[in-house]
């Protein structure tokens, strides 16, 4: 029996108050909309009762934000791809911001069970003067359950159409890219940090949102297989292989608190579901 489910969430700003409205069919919900810091961000939890997806699973999730508001999403718990039959699972999602709008797309990591058949999708859509802080983690296997990542096959495809584009091919048997040096280097976590904004951003802010990543690496222990980079001038990216996710998680919550400040004078804060 396959689960296909499909959410749509479009924040709005009403007097001063970012509120959610959302619509789904299928196992996807959206739990109480919560305001810790205070009317104008929206923190949302994505919530997928299956707990996982198996080959023939697609999940659509279908994010809006309308000028000014700023929404907060995250999830409780990873995302799980198990192992397949020949079908492959689907999660497709995309983010629409309008001008003037805010996003940060924050789900916890994916995990890609040995014989998975899986793609992640993201892909983003922002009109000028839009900005979004998002992240990607991916876990192979579960190292420390002595469940390695040993068949199967995972793509990964992050997109701002036009802009940027980054798409993973990763497959079991690939040794070569799972444990070279030029690849994963026997990693088994990879993650990315990324602010996207809908028009080009001022050459020293963009140079400041660097400096300010690379500082944090420096003083990480991942420091070695971490870097931070601008590809275009609407784009900046950190990226960073862990052998598992905590470290990464880690270094990338510190790097996107750090974010939050400099581009958006915002203090920093977790989503309460982060610590239940």
């Not at 196992?27 to 994505?46: F, M």
């Not at 992240?135 to 701002?160: K, N, R, V, Y």
């Not at 990879?190 to 602010?195: D, I, K, Q, R």
């Not at 802010?205 to 275009?232: V, Y």
């Amino acid at each position: 029996m396959t689960w296909n489910a499909t959410l749509a969430l479009d924040y709005a700003l009403q007097a001063g108050k970012t509120v959610a409205h959302f619509r789904h069919n299928g196992p996807l919900r959206i739990l109480q909309s919560l305001y810790p810091e205070g009317e104008a961000i929206c923190h949302n939890v994505i919530v997928h009762p299956p707990g996982g997806l198996v080959g023939g699973d697609t999940l659509d999730l279908q994010f809006s934000a309308a000028a000014g508001s700023h929404g907060l999403v995250t999830t409780p718990g990873a995302t799980r791809f198990y192992r397949s039959s020949g079908e492959k699972a689907l999660q497709r999602t995309q983010l629409n911001l309008a001008a003037g709008a805010r996003m940060e797309w924050l789900p916890l990591e994916a995990i890609c069970y040995s014989g998975c058949l899986a793609e992640n999708r993201l892909t983003m859509a922002l009109e000028p003067g839009a900005e979004l802080i998002g992240w990607d983690i991916t876990a192979f296997g579960l190292p420390t359950a002595g469940l390695p990542f040993e068949q199967g096959s995972f793509c990964q495809h992050i997109e701002l159409p036009g802009v940027w584009l980054e798409r993973a091919q990763i497959r079991a048997n690939d040794h070569l890219l799972l444990n070279s040096p030029l690849g994963m280097a026997g990693q088994r976590c990879m993650a990315s940090l990324f602010f996207v904004a809908g028009s080009k951003l001022e050459r020293q802010r963009r140079q400041l949102a660097l400096d300010k990543a690379r500082e944090i690496m420096d003083a990480s222990p991942l420091s070695a297989s971490a870097g931070a980079t601008s590809p275009d001038g609407q784009v900046v990216v950190v990226r960073v292989l862990a052998p598992l996710v905590e470290p990464a998680m880690l270094l990338l919550k510190q790097i996107w608190q750090v974010w939050r400040q400099h581009f958006w004078a915002q203090a920093p804060s977790t989503p309460r579901i982060w610590s239940t």
